[in-house]
Each structure stands twice: as C-alpha cells, then as structure tokens.
C-alpha cells in the first residue's frame, strides 16, 4: 500500500531532551515535507526536501533540524524541545509533476513538558 | 509573502444538501496551484480536490466542485448531497508553480458537521 509513515504516533517528552520524528515513503516520491498544525493556525511548513541532500526552510524552522540522506526517509529532529513545540506534526511527500498535491502521514502528537 | 484566508470557521448543513465554503487568497503570481484538504476527526490529511490557476475549467471530483474565481481571488468549494462522512475540517491551500519551491501555505480551516 502506497503510504507515508511516521513514528511515533505519540510522544511526551521533557524540555531539552533531543527527539527525532521518523517519516519514510513508499512511493518513491523526490518531495518531502513537515508540518505543524496548531488551533487556529491551520498548517506551517517547517521544512521541505526537493530530492536526496537537498532541503530548505519553510516558514517555521526555528528550532528544528531535517536530513534527507535516503529518498525514501526524512526525518524531523529537535535537538533541544521546548513547550512552544507541543504541537501536531505531519510530515507528507509528493511526485515531481503531480502539480503540490501532497499525500500526508497519520500525523504525530508531540507534547513537551 | 502568500496569504490564505478562509472567513468561516464552523459550519453546520444538514445530511443531503449542498454547502459552499469559501476560501481566498493573495499573491502577485500567475502561476500556481490551489488545493481543498479534508482532515477528518481521525486527524489524517486528504486532498479533496486540485485546481490549476491557468486552467479556466473548475475542477470536479464526484460530489466536490470548486467556483475558482482567478479575478478575485476566490476558490470556495462546494459540497453537494453532503453525508455524514463529510463532517471534517476543510483546509484551503496555495502553492506557487515555480521549480524550486515547495511551500504550500494553508488557510486556518473551516470545521464542518453534517447533521443527520
């Protein structure tokens, strides 16, 4: 099944306590990307990757790192969480030429105590 | 800088009549794409429908149309005969056609119930 898988699906963790957000694709789509979604705020992107080795800033960046070493896997990492990241996370990857039209992950809920 | 504004945050129809939610947007570009996303209580995100700005045509995809106004701006999406299974958050979304860029900016969401 075509898919984009993320882990975990949950976490709870303590300020300062490094983490990294799993994401990988089956579909062996060039683009990746992440997301938070917080109420009101709708979805910001945080980081995106155009193929292996290349990634950039998307709205949000501030506090969070990315690797694209594999096509198939782009991992979010937070070295150092705060409270202010306690949010939804999604992480959605896409065809060259099928025109932005993302397939999304099941979304990871990240709390930071 | 892309900004996407959808001005109702909640709505509510009836099972089997048809609802339009509206969405608008800003930028100085010609080129680019807009989306409708469905995130269900199950909290996963699904493309409900595309639409190609130099493409006149609206786009539709079974009951999911879009009134896509290039002039104005505007690309509200209409749902007709609604089901229950259509209750859900709808975002709206905007991406420059441009090679190099991949930022998809999203409206703040309009949550829609269906009543039975």
């Known amino acids: 099944e075509a898919q984009v898988t993320q882990n975990p699906r949950y976490l709870i963790t303590v300020t300062g306590k490094k983490l990294t957000v799993t994401c990988s694709q089956n579909?062996?789509?060039?683009?990746m990307s992440w997301y938070r979604q917080d109420p009101g705020l709708g979805l910001r992107q945080i980081y995106y990757s155009m193929n292996v080795e290349v990634t950039d800033k998307g709205d949000v960046p501030e506090g969070y790192k990315v690797s694209r070493k594999e096509k198939r896997n782009f991992p979010l990492i937070l070295e150092s969480p705060s409270p202010n990241q306690t949010s939804l996370y999604f992480c959605?990857?896409?065809?060259?030429?099928?025109?932005?039209?993302?397939?999304f992950g099941s979304g990871t809920r990240l709390t930071v105590v | 800088a892309q900004t996407v504004t959808q001005s109702q945050p909640e709505m509510s129809v009836q099972e089997a009549e048809t609802v339009t939610l509206s969405c608008t947007y800003d930028?100085?570009?010609?080129?680019?794409?807009l989306f409708w996303y469905k995130q269900p209580p199950s909290r996963q995100m699904i493309l409900v429908i595309r639409q190609e700005a130099y493409k006149q045509q609206n786009a539709t995809e079974n009951r999911f149309s879009v009134n896509f106004q290039k002039a104005a701006k505007s690309f509200s999406l209409k749902i007709s005969d609604s089901q229950l299974g259509d209750t859900a958050m709808y975002f709206c979304a905007f991406m420059i056609r441009n090679f190099g860029n991949e930022k998809l900016t999203f409206g703040t969401g309009t949550r829609l119930t269906i009543i039975p």
């Open positions: 930028t100085s570009e010609n080129n680019y794409y």
């Open positions: 579909m062996n789509h060039e683009y």
């Open positions: 959605a990857s896409r065809m060259d030429g099928q025109g932005g039209g993302y397939t």
